[in-house]
């Protein structure tokens, strides 16, 4: 079984996590897609900074479960099993979140639609995107910058660019070579629609 299969990862990412907000009774689901470089964890610390939810950065929690990361297709597919196990996990004992992470193809993002149709989580998707001239600069100049645990650079945007796959459900977009508030107010305003206590 998948879930006897990845459980001690699944446990070593649930030890890892710190500063997990209070349960309740009707938890929410944020997903944050987008290519690297594009803004997807500033975006996703400024809505923690207003809502109480989780930040489960895929980038922190590759390097959690492995020490010295190859990227590959088979360490990524137990990556994000983990992940998502955890993902279910932590909303059924009612603790909302947000996973950033470029979720780029329909059928990894359908794979967390499930998720939160099963564990009754509301769903609150968020496309990140930022003009390729600024990741370009954004890429080049990330050496050395503490919060960042991506190891992507411009010539990885370049290869996932062609996998991008439109998002089916509802979504807000945000440029996060802009002023991102307005698309982070609406998204406190949806999610406190329901509230989180």
């Known amino acids: 079984m998948e879930i006897t299969r990845f ?5 070593r990412l649930r030890d890892s996590l710190r500063g ?3 349960p309740v ?3 929410v689901l944020v997903v944050v897609s987008g290519l690297p470089g594009t803004g ?3 975006f996703s610390r400024r809505l923690a900074e207003r809502v109480p939810l989780l930040v489960l950065e895929s980038d922190a929690l590759r390097k959690t479960l492995f020490s010295l990361p190859s990227h590959s297709a088979g360490e990524s597919s137990q990556l994000f099993r983990t992940i998502h196990l955890l993902i279910e996990k932590l909303l059924k004992d009612g603790i909302s979140l ?3 992470a470029t979720n780029l193809s329909e059928r990894f993002r359908e794979r967390l639609y499930s998720i939160a149709d099963r564990t009754n989580a509301r769903l ?5 995107e930022a003009p390729p001239e600024v990741v370009r600069q954004r890429l ?3 050496a050395g910058d503490p919060e960042d645990n991506s190891d992507a650079d411009w010539s990885v945007y370049c290869q996932m660019r062609s996998s991008v796959e439109r998002i089916s459900r509802n979504h807000y977009v945000v440029d996060t070579s802009r002023d991102i508030a307005p698309v982070i107010d609406k998204v406190v305003r949806e999610i406190r629609q329901f509230p989180l206590r």
Do not use: T, W, Y
């Open 140 to 142: 080049e100049g990330r």
């Open 124 to 128: 609150v998707m968020v496309l990140v």
């Open 7 to 11: 459980a001690s990862d699944v446990q």
């Open 20 to 22: 997990l907000p209070e």
């Open 40 to 42: 997807k964890s500033f």
């Open 98 to 100: 947000i996973l950033d």
């Open 25 to 27: 009774a009707e938890p």
